[in-house]
């Protein structure tokens, strides 16, 4: 690395803001009143991200008179909802072909159908709700850039997956990275500004007649109570909406695998920077390394970019040190700038992280237990921002006792089993990560499948 090189990182590492874009471009947030004494309520949902909020607005939406009551332990957006990368893409991490191993691909593909029609949703109450999130269905395009990527992209279009496959030509018309090979362009994706989504969600609801209490947390969960240090919350259901903070729950800390995606923002770019790299419609944008890597073109003309990279911390642990892990922005730098090589001279103005929750086979889901008043719904494996908003419109049906299509999906009442417990859960994700992130640097540096990276990812997976 040059000098020159080494001060530019230093400078990145030295001068950017830790604060998420998303969050940071809201300013100052205000904080909601914590719980001050006891109260009851006919709902009480834990949780104030995307899965507790969609869930509070369908149900004030279809019952006006229902006592909702919101508990978020620090403010609403403040996990992973106000800090991804503003995906909202029409797909959950497992495919149509996992849940039809107890249903049937009938009913897997109905799930298939309703989570893309979830981008469209989130779309359509932003625009009725007066919520200004930056929403642009611009599609989703994924970069081959190598032979063994190309080649996994036509066996998977070939095997009937989602998306139209694109000659190299094509796919850079999309996206102008270097060395593409091919592509697949996904249309059931939108780009959003999660924060002011958050955000403007948390304000519907609330003018809606729901209650919000934030820096409460809640200690225990049990049927028909939320115990908080600040007092308790009497009700008939119980919703958890917590995802990987699931872990600071009394018994649940093998229910939910805490991992972090990092990102980084630049500044505003010009016009010119993206008539060279195109993203013209505001597509999202990744490639198909093992590593996963992800990215958007702001409404304020940034690029956000994102990847997972700090490894997994012993017993599930969640610090907020492990979001800044400058070694982990400083390559998703150099990655951005390797694709796009005109970024070079760009100044990169943000740098922050968050944790997002994989359950143990890799499927999200939901249930609700009449008989307890108890419903779960999360796990999204960072693919939450379109599947929140449809397990929350289906944990409202379940609870209200509609008797909808979406409530009979099969991804309703499946329960993963929990990971294993230390030292094997620590020694086998750490280990996998680095068998996939060995896999993608000898592809690219041999042009040749790394085939056991595939075996290793569905044993991921609980295949």
């Known amino acids: 690395m040059s000098k020159s090189s080494i001060s530019s990182a230093e400078q990145f590492l030295e001068n950017s803001s830790t604060t998420a874009l998303w969050l940071d471009r809201l300013g100052e947030v205000a904080r909601r009143p914590a719980l001050s004494s006891d109260v009851d309520a006919d709902v009480a949902i834990v949780g104030g991200g995307f899965s507790g909020l969609w869930t509070?607005?369908?149900?004030?939406?279809?019952?006006?008179?229902?006592?909702?009551?919101?508990?978020?332990?620090?403010?609403?957006?403040?996990?992973?909802?106000?800090?991804?990368?503003g995906w909202a893409v029409g797909e959950l991490a497992s495919g149509p072909e996992k849940y039809a191993q107890w249903s049937t691909i009938d009913a897997a593909n109905r799930l298939d159908r309703a989570v893309q029609d979830a981008v469209d949703e989130i779309g359509r109450v932003a625009l009725n709700e007066g919520i200004g999130c930056d929403y642009s269905k611009g599609g989703w395009i994924r970069l081959a850039r190598n032979t063994p990527q190309a080649n996994r992209q036509r066996r998977e279009i070939g095997d009937g997956g989602h998306g139209e496959f694109l000659d190299a030509d094509n796919a850079r018309e999309y996206l102008n990275a270097t060395s593409v090979r091919s592509g697949i362009f996904f249309p059931h994706c939108a780009a959003i500004d999660p924060a002011k989504l958050t955000r403007g969600l948390a304000d519907v609801i609330e003018a809606a007649g729901v209650t919000i209490v934030e820096d409460t947390a809640a200690n225990s969960i049990e049927p028909q109570l939320v115990r908080t240090a600040r007092g308790n919350i009497r009700t008939d259901v119980v919703v958890r909406a917590t995802e990987a903070y699931t872990r600071d729950l009394e018994g649940e800390r093998r229910t939910l695998l805490p991992v972090y995606s990092l990102m980084v923002g630049t500044e505003p770019l010009t016009n010119a920077i993206f008539d060279e790299i195109g993203l013209a419609d505001r597509p999202t944008f990744s490639d198909d390394r093992f590593m996963v890597i992800y990215g958007q073109r702001t409404a304020d003309n940034r690029l956000a970019f994102g990847g997972r990279g700090v490894p997994y911390l012993w017993g599930s642990k969640i610090s907020t040190t492990a979001e800044?892990?400058?070694?982990?922005?400083?390559?998703?730098?150099?990655?951005?700038?390797?694709?796009?090589p005109i970024l070079r001279n760009t100044t990169f103005t943000h740098r922050w992280g968050g944790v997002l929750?994989?359950?143990?086979?890799?499927?999200?889901?939901?249930?609700?237990?009449?008989?307890?008043?108890?419903?779960?719904?999360g796990g999204y494996v960072g693919e939450g921002v379109a599947a929140a908003n449809l397990a929350g419109r289906t944990m409202a049906d379940l609870v209200l006792g509609e008797n909808t299509e979406r409530a009979s999906l099969p991804w309703v009442g499946h329960q993963s089993r929990q990971w294993e417990p230390e030292p094997l859960r620590w020694l086998g994700v750490r280990s996998s990560r680095r068998i996939l992130a060995s896999a993608d640097d000898r592809e690219e540096s041999t042009d040749k499948e790394a085939k056991v990276a595939y075996s290793i990812s569905k044993f991921l997976k609980g295949a």
Request: glycine content about 12%.
């Open 324 to 340: 800044t892990h400058g070694p982990s922005h400083q390559l998703l730098r150099e990655t951005l700038i390797e694709m796009l």
């Open 56 to 85: 509070a607005y369908y149900l004030i939406r279809n019952d006006p008179t229902l006592r909702i009551t919101v508990i978020e332990k620090d403010f609403c957006g403040y996990g992973a909802s106000g800090r991804n990368g």
């Open 357 to 377: 929750g994989i359950p143990r086979d890799w499927v999200p889901s939901l249930s609700f237990d009449r008989s307890t008043g108890l419903g779960v719904l």
